[in-house]
């Protein structure tokens, strides 16, 4: 698949007061900007037109954009982010998508779900239930996704404090081809993959992005970054240790279309 566009947002100057579960040391907002401009110049250059979003300061999480849509070739969803704090994120991107895409559907009461649980694999969904992404709202994406001809299935994470959203720990590569977190488990229906399984060190790395010709990863992993490149990939390294701090990776940084 290739994209044309993105979305981000700026991170604002109160990024460090959002959600976050690492125990790391406070990030640096001047850091996080550069590391961000960085981001969008990456995907300027893998050939997508980026949209930039300003920051709002009323949502600290506000730049991990991708946790507010899901958007595939037929269909573009908002989604209703499982913590509240983050639920009013959702009608300004609506607003700078509506530029794109004129029919969305949408994420409805008690559905909650965090665009980070969801993994396209071609025509097919993966819907990770986490503590964000429940069953009403995984119900209602299936179903959504249904009406356009998409399929899906649901995994479940719930179990795995390590992993805050389903993509934390999958990335697909494409090519049949997964990059997952250690101990990640089987995936019903894609026995006939392949799967890179990321070293117990380099565990966050198996959050990435494929756009494109690249495949964008987490700078200071180097061992995936080797894998990778044995494998005939073009790797695009970003920093991304103050999104990090915030349990956020390179995927949450955009919305991709
Ligand atoms: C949160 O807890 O919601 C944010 N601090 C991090 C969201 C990261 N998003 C993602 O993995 N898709």
């Known amino acids: 698949m290739r994209f044309s566009n993105a979305i981000?947002?700026?991170?604002?100057?109160?990024?460090?007061?959002g959600l976050t579960?690492?125990?790391?040391?406070?990030?640096s907002v001047p850091r996080a900007l550069e590391q961000h401009s960085a981001y969008c110049r990456a995907l300027t250059e893998?050939?997508?037109?980026?949209?930039v979003m300003p920051a709002d300061e009323e949502y600290p999480d506000g730049t991990f954009v991708e946790d507010t849509f899901i958007i595939a070739e037929r269909v573009a969803i908002a989604t209703r982010p499982g913590a509240m704090t983050r639920r009013g994120e959702v009608a300004s991107v609506a607003s700078a998508m509506s530029q794109f895409r004129r029919d969305v559907e949408q994420i409805v009461p008690p559905g909650?779900?965090?665009?980070?649980?969801?993994?396209?694999?071609?025509?097919?969904?993966l819907?990770?239930?986490?503590?964000?992404?429940?069953?009403?709202?995984?119900?209602?994406?299936?179903?959504?996704?249904?009406?356009?001809?998409?399929?899906?299935?649901?995994?479940?994470?719930?179990?795995?404090?390590s992993l805050l959203h389903l993509k934390s720990g999958i990335t697909y590569l494409g090519d049949r081809l997964f990059v997952v977190a250690p101990g990640f488990p089987p995936i019903a229906g894609f026995a006939d993959y392949?799967?890179?399984?990321?070293?117990?060190?380099?565990a966050y790395a198996a959050n990435g992005v494929r756009i494109n010709?690249?495949?964008?990863?987490?700078?200071?992993?180097?061992?995936?970054?080797?894998?990778?490149?044995?494998?005939?990939?073009?790797?695009?390294?970003?920093?991304?240790?103050e999104f990090a701090k915030m349990d956020g990776g390179l995927s949450c940084l955009s919305l991709r279309f």
């Open 21 to 27: 579960t690492s125990g790391m040391q406070s990030p």
């Open 213 to 241: 010709d690249k495949v964008f990863i987490a700078a200071g992993f180097p061992k995936l970054a080797a894998t990778l490149a044995n494998l005939g990939y073009r790797t695009c390294v970003l920093d991304t240790s």
């Open 46 to 51: 893998a050939g997508l037109k980026v949209t």
């Open 127 to 161: 819907i990770g239930l986490s503590a964000r992404t429940n069953e009403a709202g995984a119900g209602q994406l299936a179903a959504t996704l249904a009406r356009h001809h998409y399929t899906s299935s649901t995994i479940e994470i719930r179990g795995q404090s």
């Open 8 to 17: 981000v947002r700026i991170p604002g100057a109160n990024f460090a007061q």
């Open 194 to 202: 392949d799967r890179i399984e990321v070293a117990p060190i380099e």
């Open 112 to 125: 909650t779900v965090d665009g980070g649980d969801v993994c396209q694999v071609g025509d097919h969904f």
